[in-house]
C-alpha cells in the first residue's frame, strides 16, 4: 500500500490523487493476486481510505483498486465521505481470467 494516516497530514484542503490501481502493481498478472473484497470487509486499501477520510473530516475520491467480487475481478473506485463511511462505489470490469 502507498501510503498510511500517519503520512496524511491535517491541512485546510487535501490535495492528493491516486494513480489507477495504486495499491499494486499494474499488470494483469498481479490483479488476482491483490484483488480485495470491498464488500465483504477484506479491504486494507479502502480501510486506510475511511481511516484517513474520518480524520481529517475530508471526502476522499480513492482512485481504482482492483477488486474480488465472487469469480469477478472489478477495477473499483470508491468514494468515503467526511466520516469514514463508503458514499459510493464505481466498477468496472477487469478483463483478466481469475
Known amino acids: 500500500m502507498c501510503c498510511s494516516l500517519k503520512s496524511w497530514k491535517a ?4 490535495d492528493h490523487l491516486e ?3 495504486w495499491n499494486n502493481p499494474y499488470s494483469n498478472d ?9 464488500d465483504g470487509g477484506s479491504s486494507p486499501s479502502t480501510a486506510m481510505l475511511s481511516e ?11 482512485s481504482s ?10 477495477n473499483a473506485c470508491c468514494v ?3 466520516i469514514g463511511v463508503l ?3 464505481h466498477r468496472k470490469t477487469l478483463d483478466v481470467l481469475v
Open 30 to 38: 498481479s490483479f488476482p493476486v491483490y484483488a480485495e473484497d470491498i
Open 19 to 21: 494513480q489507477e490501481i
Open 52 to 62: 484517513v477520510a474520518k480524520a481529517l473530516k475530508v471526502t476522499i475520491v480513492g
Open 11 to 14: 491541512t485546510e484542503s487535501l
Open 65 to 74: 483498486i482492483p477488486e474480488r467480487c465472487g469469480d469477478r475481478l472489478y
Open 87 to 89: 458514499k459510493a462505489k
Open 80 to 82: 468515503f465521505g467526511s
